[in-house]
């Protein structure tokens, strides 16, 4: 397939689908954004306590065209005027998936424009650049959402190094389970935050794992001991009881985050860091990865709260900048072997 080619300031629609997020953008280049729609699904799912993939993809039907309308609309751009096309195609819900890259691909006919296939963790990567020009790579990547947990080095668009991964459960996924242990609903993650903030932290001494393991790392053990922390003690009987098992775990994750986080840095000599995903907002990890900054001396970028959850900014850059640098579209990025090279090599 020939590379496709796209002027810096050429708008891009980008559209995310992959699982309970309806959202589109439009972006120009990584760091400008027109405009950046999100409709959540989360009260669809609520009452199941995870997100339900049928569900989700029908909704994905429903809210699509109207969320890719408002997103051109509060652009202020026509349709005609959009260079490109580009939308998650994985990983993800299949079902889901499949709404959102039909229609962009239905949209890149149309509009006679191309079409890009993006993969939603290579777009996270981007979520700290956009509002922040001023960003250069190389970067290392802290990278915590739902469903992944991995450091990265981050040296152009397209050339990435995994340098450690999760072995088992993502901190997202830890901070939902544990929040479903608690009978705290779904998502886990803002609400656990929320409570810790009134916790004290050294409350429990959970386990930080592999902490001293390379850039890998395991949370499944963690969510089992405050599993069995709660077996045997029952649920805790006080809002004051419950805010320090909150931040009593919140703790442990930051703690191993962070520690692995600033360990890469060091090692990849990278004068910047960025922290992304949807547990990027966590209150705790900021603070610390804040702290760690100041600590060892590297600059910080996070992104603003509304790219750290998924969204479609994120994709329309990702987008662009695989067109900037005359990258095929569609490429797997993080399939590729030459990513996986330096994978826990501490
Ligand atoms: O990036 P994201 O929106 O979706 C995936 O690609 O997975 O991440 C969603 C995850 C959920 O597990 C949610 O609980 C977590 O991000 N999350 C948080 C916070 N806000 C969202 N975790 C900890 N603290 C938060 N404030
Ligand atoms: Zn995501």
Redesign the pocket.
């Known amino acids: 397939m020939e590379p496709l080619e796209l002027a810096a300031d050429a708008p891009v629609l980008g559209i995310e689908t ?2 309970d ?1 309806t959202a589109a953008a439009v972006v120009c280049g990584a760091s400008t954004v027109l405009s950046s729609v999100v409709s959540s699904q989360i009260d669809l799912h609520a009452r199941f306590g995870g997100v339900v993939p049928e569900i989700a993809s029908r909704a994905h039907l429903d809210l699509l065209v109207p969320v890719v309308a408002e997103a051109l609309v509060s652009a202020g751009l026509d349709d005609r005027e959009i260079a490109a096309v580009g939308a998650t195609y994985g990983p993800g819900l299949i079902g889901s998936l499949l709404i959102g890259v039909s229609a962009a691909k239905a949209l890149s006919m149309v509009w006679g424009v191309p079409f890009v296939a993006v993969n ?1 963790m290579e777009a ?1 990567l981007y979520a700290a650049l956009l509002e922040n020009p001023g960003l250069e790579l190389p970067l290392v990547v802290l990278l915590v ?4 947990t991995m450091i990265v080095e981050m040296r152009a668009p397209g050339r990435y190094r995994i340098l450690g991964r999760t072995l088992d459960d ?1 901190a ?2 830890a ?2 389970k544990v929040a479903r242990y608690l009978g705290l609903g779904y ?4 609400v ?2 929320r409570l810790a903030n009134d916790g004290d932290p050294e409350a429990i001494r959970f386990p930080r794992s592999m902490l001293d393991e390379g850039y890998d790392f395991s949370f499944s053990g963690l969510k089992t001991a405050v599993a069995m922390h709660i077996d045997q003690r029952g649920q805790p009987g006080s809002r004051q009881a419950l805010a320090d098992l909150c931040a009593s775990f919140q703790a442990a994750v930051v703690d191993v985050l962070v520690a692995k986080a600033r360990l890469a840095r060091r090692k990849f000599d990278c004068a910047a860091m960025t922290v992304v ?3 990027s ?3 705790g990890l900021r603070a610390a990865m804040t702290a760690a900054a100041a600590a060892d001396g590297f600059e910080l970028w996070t992104p603003a709260l509304r790219y ?3 969204n479609a900014a994120m994709i329309g850059a990702a987008a662009a900048l695989r067109m900037q640098a005359g990258l095929e579209p569609g490429v797997q990025v993080f399939a590729s072997g030459a990513i996986d090279e330096a994978r826990g090599a501490a």
């Open positions: 992959s699982c997020e939603h996270h959402s739902g469903g992944h993502a997202g996924e901070f939902d998502p886990g993650g803002p656990i935050d995903g949807g547990v907002a966590n209150s750290c959850g998924d």
